[in-house]
C-alpha cells in the first residue's frame, strides 16, 4: 500500500523546466509550414516542467520516461548547430533536478526500479538514462520497435534525435503491440503481470510514440508524454508543430478523448503545468 492507502500510486517527478515557442505548442499553418512557423515566432512559452513519472507498484516501482540530464546546461550536449537546439529551445536544471535527485526524494534508487518505460526518444524524455545507466540493474528499458528504428537510424538528428546522447551500452527491450485492447485503442503492451500498468500507441508527435496507462484503484491515468503538451490542447483538437504527419496525430487524440471520456480518468502530459496539481487533487478529467 501507499501512503495514500491506494495499491498504486503515480508521483510526479520534475527534471527542470523548458521553454519552447507557442507555435509549437499549437502549430501556425498546416504540413511543413508548421516548423517554419517555430522557427519565425519571437515568443517564448512560460517555462514548463519536464516531468518524469514514478509508478509505485506493488512488484515494485516502475520509472515512465526519465526526463532531461543536468549534463544539457554543458556547452554542446546540445548541438548548436542544429537550428531546433539552436534557436526554439531553452532548458533549464541544475543538479538537483536529476532525475536519481527526484528518486531519492521519494526513497527509490535506481537499483529499485523494475523497468523504464519511455513515451518516446526525445531528448528531455530519455537524456535522464545518463543519470541512471548502470546503477539500475534490474530494470528493463521498454522502447517501441518504430521508436528505436527512429531515434537511432541514419535520419535521427534531422527527425531531432540526438542518439550520441543516449547513454553508453544503450540496450532498450524493443516490442510491438500483441496485448488486450484498451477502449478504442486495438492492442497494448502489458508491463506487470496483473495488466494493470499497460503501454497503447499514441502515434503523432512521433511515429513511435506510446502512452502508459496506469488502473489505478479509483480512476485510470494516462501518462502521455508528448502525445499533446497539455490537457488543454487535446481538448482544443490542437496539434503541435513537431508531429511528422498532423493527421496521424489527429487520429491520436480522437482515441484518447474516447478513452477518457469512456471511465473516471486523469490526462497527464509530461510539460502540462496543471499536471502534477491535478494529480495531487485527483482530479478527473
Ligand atoms: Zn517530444
Not at 13 to 34: D, F, H, M, N, W
Request: glycine fraction near 8%; aromatic fraction near 6%.
Amino acid at each position: 500500500m501507499t501512503a495514500a492507502g491506494r495499491t498504486i500510486d503515480v508521483v510526479p517527478l520534475t527534471t527542470g523546466r523548458v521553454q519552447i515557442k507557442p507555435s509549437q505548442v499549437r502549430a501556425v499553418g498546416a504540413g511543413e509550414a508548421r516548423i517554419q512557423a517555430v522557427f519565425g515566432d519571437p515568443a517564448w512559452t512560460a517555462p514548463l516542467p519536464i516531468h518524469a513519472w514514478l509508478v509505485l507498484h506493488p512488484d515494485g516501482p516502475l520509472l515512465v520516461d526519465a526526463g532531461e540530464t543536468p549534463r544539457a546546461t554543458e556547452p554542446e550536449w546540445y548541438p548548436s548547430a542544429h537550428p531546433y537546439y539552436a534557436h526554439a529551445l531553452r532548458t533549464t536544471l541544475d543538479a538537483g533536478d536529476a532525475i536519481d535527485a527526484q528518486l531519492a526524494a521519494h526513497g527509490v534508487a535506481p537499483g529499485d526500479l523494475r523497468a523504464v518505460l519511455l513515451t518516446h526518444l526525445h531528448t528531455d524524455h530519455v537524456g535522464g538514462l545518463n543519470d541512471l545507466a548502470a546503477r539500475a540493474p534490474h530494470a528493463a528499458v521498454w522502447v517501441h520497435a518504430q521508436e528505436l528504428a527512429d531515434a537511432t537510424g541514419a535520419e535521427a538528428l534531422l527527425r531531432g534525435y540526438l542518439p550520441h546522447r543516449l547513454p553508453p551500452g544503450f540496450a532498450p527491450r524493443s516490442y510491438d503491440f500483441v496485448d488486450a485492447p484498451v477502449g478504442p485503442f486495438a492492442a497494448s503492451q502489458a508491463i506487470t503481470a496483473d495488466g494493470r500498468v499497460r503501454v497503447i500507441p499514441t502515434p503523432g508527435h512521433t511515429r513511435g510514440h506510446v502512452s502508459v496507462v496506469v488502473e489505478c484503484d479509483d480512476l485510470r491515468i494516462v501518462l502521455a508524454g508528448d502525445a499533446t503538451y497539455a490537457e488543454a490542447t487535446l481538448r482544443e483538437d490542437a496539434v503541435d508543430a513537431i508531429s511528422p504527419d498532423e493527421t496521424v496525430t489527429r487520429a491520436t487524440m480522437a482515441q484518447l478523448r474516447a478513452l477518457l471520456d469512456a471511465a473516471p480518468s486523469m490526462y497527464l502530459p509530461t510539460h502540462d503545468d496543471t499536471a502534477a496539481a491535478r494529480l495531487a487533487g485527483r482530479v478527473r478529467w
